[in-house]
């Protein structure tokens, strides 16, 4: 199984980035997907996620009417367009695959993408 994460980079407050995340090795329509970050010295948080068909998504109130969680499930890829950045965003992000089946839950993350802000 493989999660890579692409689209990090530097950009300054106010600015945009796509990030994305190419899966293989799972069935990825059959997987529920989701962005966390993790900031120096701070918890991994949960920024979006997306239901395996696209038709249900969630934020965490920091980012909601900034960011948008996607995906196509034809690409076995997920996105996340991030706008009006802040320094505050600055952390690792990491993209997660989770699908249960009868009494297991499969769960795979990516290595993380690093995005920073500067202000």
């Known amino acids: 199984v493989q999660l890579v994460e692409s689209g990090g980079g530097l950009v300054q407050a106010g600015g945009s980035l796509r990030l994305s995340c190419a899966a293989s090795?799972?069935?990825?329509?059959?997987?529920?997907m989701g962005w966390y970050r993790q900031a120096p010295g701070k918890q991994r948080e949960l920024v979006a996620a997306?239901?395996?068909?696209?038709?249900?998504?969630n934020y965490a109130a920091s980012v909601k009417g900034r960011f948008t969680i996607s995906r196509d499930n034809a690409k076995n890829t997920m996105y996340l367009q991030m706008n009006s950045l802040k320094p505050e965003d600055t952390a690792v992000y990491y993209c997660?695959?989770?699908?249960?089946?009868?009494?297991?839950?499969?769960?795979?993350w990516g290595q993380g993408t690093q995005v920073t802000v500067s202000s």
């Open positions: 090795g799972i069935t990825f329509s059959a997987n529920a």
């Open positions: 997660h695959a989770q699908r249960t089946r009868g009494t297991r839950t499969y769960s795979y």
């Open positions: 997306v239901t395996s068909d696209g038709s249900s998504t």
